[in-house]
């Protein structure tokens, strides 16, 4: 059951948090580790031996105006949608294990299986504020993941500002709907209105999350952290969260005649960026994030035609798109940072990735049909187009090693990864005919490298890269308005309004006020009269009010 | 178990206290030692003494009933009445809470700290026996009776160049005073006896004077708030001290305020006063927007932090004002959770402006340099900003969904506010970790001490239970 699954995982957790000798570090990490691929194994098997659905719940507080409860629901589907970051995760874990890139491998460890927890919790939760805790604990362990104060700022702040809209639409809904439980939602429309605001504020959380185009700025900020934690962030945290998201949450979106014009916009303008910036870019790290980019607006787009259901197919290909990042930082590793040495090591991730190819082009097919044929080829060739040029930006550098190097890790790393990919793709993999057509395809494109001709505007490309129009954008539009419009309210109405206007009338007329008194107190037949003809007319006034 | 004795030990133990920091010598080295020791022993056994009394009916029956009542008799003719319920004790609770964390800001401070911490207790005592007060009377003495001591901070912590906004401070309190006594009166001379707070309501009152009592007892509350045109007054104070305690004092004011709405503003407001609704609510958007963009003009922590305060005084203020009885609770604890939360965030930004003064350094980057403060004010801040860390979270999802349930277009503008509020937050804890800002290894910046990083680690495990359960320390 998946509670036992989190139970088991928050015990790993918690012993990673325990601090010990540095020496100490390596061997309790490995041993932990062992234990989350024991837990993976009996996550397995709870998965192929779960009958009926079962449900847990924890109710946390329960009051007058709501009860707060944590569910674990234990169903077939659940298990399907959990099982990709499962095992991205385990993939991640083992990457962290065999070599030397984090400090602290247990604490990365720690971080990892809170992330999982997270997930499981969002995955498996019924209620809105189950939902948006979790999604908030992503986004919270995504900054610790990243480890560096500068890259993750804008990281933050953009993701903050997503948090904030999906808490407005679930306040929203949370003040129409008698309860808190997900499954409700679809009755907010008949006490509830206004559906495209609903449908646009969710879209911009969500498209905030997933990094789409004019919202990749802050993927882009991630060049400046270390690269181990560029690859597993958009397999591992707030896009993935964000897409469990729209699973949930897609019967607010679907009301809206508005919302198919709109994601249709958003991921075709995403994808072309990201495709183009992906081939165009010099720098790896970049391309790595458009790729990702391009990755996820195809995720996002593939759902919605496939109804919302997250299928066994549907998670593969997100495990397919985890690997091809792993395949590339292994790339980046080999070859930018000087250790290139090891022909062996990369001609072993070569081959996951056109392994990983293959698994891909499997899964993709099992879930083409007629109505989103032409999405997925679409899609497909683009992504073909990219990868090609990925290939031949790397093959070069390849070319030039010569000294050979016994570091056998990268192998065993993708020894296993390869494995992995047979595995979940096993039964269809020789069946698979458009695999033919895919490979064909993909070595005519490494041959023919018709993206070559891009290079010729590749100095206005570099040059509007340095412009970075979105930092540009953001600090003219939203920023200096916002620290315009700050002073402005306090200039005009504390100081002008307030501090020279109001108090020192209140004060002037308090000063005529008192001087008026001390007159009419004056010793003096007239001042007496005065005084006693004010106290009437007081009297009067107080009377009649 | 007898809880009148402990309700009156509760309020009155700070007094007790407060005579022995008094006591303590000036002349002697020891004298800030001691009289900070007093005060957080007073402080830890009321807080001890709050949770027994939480704990003096069996859990399900706390929500609903009284916990303890007393009554004291002055002379043959006054009478003061004092009850607590679940409502009262938590805003006691964190009262003390706050006060306990904001007593470990000062450690450092030489100046005045003896004074500042007497005056502190018997502010407490007051603010107790507003927040346990069930009649008119007690209710009215306790009103006032804090902003004696009150002022005496204020002037020990201004500078003495800014006097001038203590005075403006005072005017509207006083204004305050004089109308809810007005009010006071008038119903006393209705009823010719004491009245409870929640039978004010009941009275049967004509146009003039249902406008009399209700517009008065409203001014009195509201003068108390960081409400436009009347916010000025409170916020220049805040933006003007830097001893934390005194901060923490004064941000406990507002919270009064609201919790004097709580308990006296009818579920059914008079139609005389009703139809002034929606102009109140603009004007409450108003001061949000004004206090969510303010934060943007500054560039201090200290500022971005007063602007996120008014902010949430703001929200607790709509809150008490939608005409539902259901989200009292919700409010409390996540008040509960902001006092705490701003305490802890007051104490560490006045160790860090200290540790900057000291060394003539600019406070960019300087938490890179504290780690114990660098995780704490993480912590903290990430509480502040609503992600679920503490009960501030869950409970304000309720109040925000409340008031979508009554205003859909001032639930939009709140949550704006709120956002902008956030992210000014966050962006100041950015520009104190900024790493490109290098110090010099020769500059020792002081981390927090041990102790204060303890104390503020206990009061995180207090708010994370609290996301778990909100009153999870009854026993």
């Known amino acids: 059951m998946l509670s036992e699954t989190v139970f088991y995982l928050l015990i790993i957790a918690f012993f990673s948090l325990f601090r010990t000798k540095e020496k100490y570090d390596s061997f309790l990490s490995l041993f932990l580790s062992g234990f989350m691929i024991l837990v993976f194994a009996f996550f397995m098997m709870d998965w192929h031996m779960l009958g009926t659905e079962t449900i847990q719940t924890f109710v946390l507080d329960s009051s007058q105006s709501v009860n707060i409860k944590l569910d674990i629901t234990s169903s077939k589907q659940n298990y399907i949608v959990i099982f990709p970051f499962f095992l991205n995760t385990i993939l991640a874990l083992l990457n962290n294990q065999i070599f030397k890139y984090e400090k602290h491998k247990k604490g990365m460890l720690s971080l990892f299986a809170f992330n999982l927890i997270s997930f499981v919790m969002l995955i498996s939760g019924n209620n809105f504020i189950q939902l948006m805790t979790f999604v908030f604990m992503v986004d919270i362990l995504s900054q610790l993941l990243i480890f560096d104060v500068n890259a993750s700022k804008r990281y933050s702040i953009y993701n903050l500002v997503a948090d904030m809209g999906l808490f407005l639409v679930l306040a929203m809904l949370q003040s129409k709907l008698v309860n808190l439980d997900v499954g409700n939602i679809s009755h907010y429309y008949e006490t509830g209105r206004h559906r495209d605001f609903i449908m646009f504020v969710i879209m911009l959380s969500l498209a905030i999350k997933f990094g789409f185009f004019l919202f990749q700025g802050y993927w882009l900020d991630l060049k400046s952290a270390k690269f181990h934690a560029l690859y597993f962030l958009p397999y591992l945290s707030t896009p993935m969260a964000a897409l469990v998201l729209y699973t949930k949450l897609y019967p607010l979106l679907v009301v809206s005649p508005s919302f198919l014009p709109l994601l249709n916009t958003i991921v075709v303008l995403s994808a072309l960026w990201g495709g183009v910036s992906a081939v165009l870019n010099p720098q790896i790290k970049e391309k790595f994030v458009y790729c990702n980019m391009f990755c996820i607006a195809f995720l996002v787009k593939l759902l919605e035609k496939l109804d919302f259901v997250w299928n066994l197919w549907f998670s593969n290909i997100v495990i397919c798109f985890f690997v091809f990042n792993l395949c590339l930082y292994y790339l980046h590793y080999e070859l930018d940072r000087g250790h290139g040495k090891n022909k062996p090591a990369i001609l072993a991730v070569l081959v996951t990735f056109l392994l990983d190819l293959l698994s891909l082009t499997v899964a993709v097919s099992q879930l083409a049909d007629f109505q989103n044929i032409w999405w997925i080829s679409g899609f497909g060739f683009v992504f073909l187009f990219v990868l090609s040029h990925l290939f031949v930006f790397v093959w070069p550098k390849l070319q030039n090693r010569q000294e050979p190097n016994n570091d056998y890790r990268t192998i065993c790393v993708m020894s296993i990864v390869s494995v992995l990919l047979i595995y979940i793709s096993h039964s269809s993999l020789l069946a698979c005919w458009q695999a033919c057509f895919v490979f064909a395809f993909f070595v005519a494109l490494c041959c023919v490298h018709p993206m070559k001709f891009l290079r010729i505007g590749n100095s206005f490309y570099l040059r509007l890269q340095n412009v970075d129009l979105f930092s540009l954008a953001y600090a003219k539009c939203i920023e200096a308005p916002l620290k315009h419009a700050g002073l402005l309210f306090n200039i005009v109405v504390d100081f002008i309004f307030l501090e020279r206007t109001l108090w020192p009338f209140i004060a002037t007329f308090n000063t005529f006020l008192i001087k008026t008194y001390r007159h009419i107190s004056r010793l003096g037949i007239l001042y007496y009269f005065l005084s006693t003809l004010t106290g009437i007319l007081i009297f009067i006034f107080l009377f009649y009010m | ?475």
Not at chain 2, 201 to 216: A, C, N, P, T
Not at chain 2, 218 to 231: G, K, N, S, Y
Not at chain 2, 254 to 262: E, N, Q, T
Request: net charge positive; charged share 10%.
């Open chain 2, 1 to 475: 178990m007898h809880t009148d004795y402990l309700l009156m030990l509760i309020i009155f133990l700070p007094l007790i206290g407060s005579i022995f920091v008094l006591t303590a010598k000036d002349n002697h080295a020891d004298t800030f030692k001691n009289a900070e020791q007093v005060t957080l022993l007073t402080l830890l056994v009321n807080i001890l003494l709050i949770i027994t009394l939480f704990s003096a009916k069996p859990k399900a029956e706390i929500q609903a009933d009284m916990l303890a009542q007393a009554s004291w008799h002055f002379f043959s003719f006054i009478k003061f009445s004092f009850g607590a319920d679940v409502l009262a004790l938590i805003f006691v609770f964190a009262a003390q809470t706050a006060l306990f964390v904001g007593v470990f800001g000062i450690r450092k401070e030489k100046q005045n700290q003896k004074n500042i911490l007497f005056y502190s207790l018997i502010y407490l005592t007051f603010l107790n026996g507003y927040f346990f007060a069930l009649d008119i009377m007690s209710f009215y003495i306790c009103f006032v009776a804090p902003l004696f001591p009150l002022y005496m901070l204020i002037g020990y912590a201004l500078p003495e160049r800014q006097h001038k906004i203590l005075m403006r401070l005072s005017f509207h309190h006083f204004l305050g005073a004089m109308l809810l006594l007005a009010s006071c009166i008038f119903i006393l001379s209705l009823k010719h006896d004491d009245i409870l707070l929640s039978n004010i309501d009941k009275l049967h009152l004509s146009y003039r004077k249902s406008l009399l009592v209700w517009g008065g007892l409203f001014l009195a509350l509201i003068l108390r708030m960081p409400v436009w045109p009347f916010h000025h007054a409170t916020t220049s104070v805040w933006s003007a001290l830097k001893n934390p305690l005194v901060f923490l004092t004064l941000h406990i004011l507002p919270i009064s305020g609201i919790y004097g709405f709580m308990r006296c503003w009818p579920l059914n407001i008079p139609y005389e006063i009703s139809v002034l609704t929606p102009v109140f609510q603009a004007l409450c958007i108003v001061t949000m927007i004004f206090a969510a963009f303010g934060g943007y003009a500054y560039t201090n922590a200290g500022h971005k932090l007063s602007n996120y305060i008014f902010v949430y005084d703001l929200l607790y203020l709509l809150a008490v004002f939608l005409p539902t009885d259901v989200i009292k609770l919700n409010i409390a604890y996540s008040v509960f959770a902001f006092l705490l939360i701003t305490s802890s965030l007051v104490i560490l930004q006045a160790h860090m402006l200290r540790e900057s003064a000291r060394l003539n350094l600019p406070v960019k980057g300087i938490l890179c340099q504290m780690p114990r403060a660098s995780i704490a004010y993480n912590l903290f801040v990430l509480a502040a900003l609503g992600l679920p860390v503490s009960a501030f979270f869950g409970n304000n999802f309720i109040i925000v969904s409340e008031i979508f349930n009554f205003q859909l277009y001032v639930g939009t503008i709140v949550v704006v506010c709120m956002t902008l509020a956030a992210i000014s937050l966050l962006h100041s804890l950015y520009v104190l970790k900024d790493e490109t800002c290098v110090f010099a290894p020769e500059m020792k910046i002081k981390d927090i001490d041990f102790l204060s990083f303890i104390v503020i680690m206990i009061v995180m495990f207090m708010l994370l239970m609290s996301l778990i359960k909100p009153l999870w320390f009854v026993l």
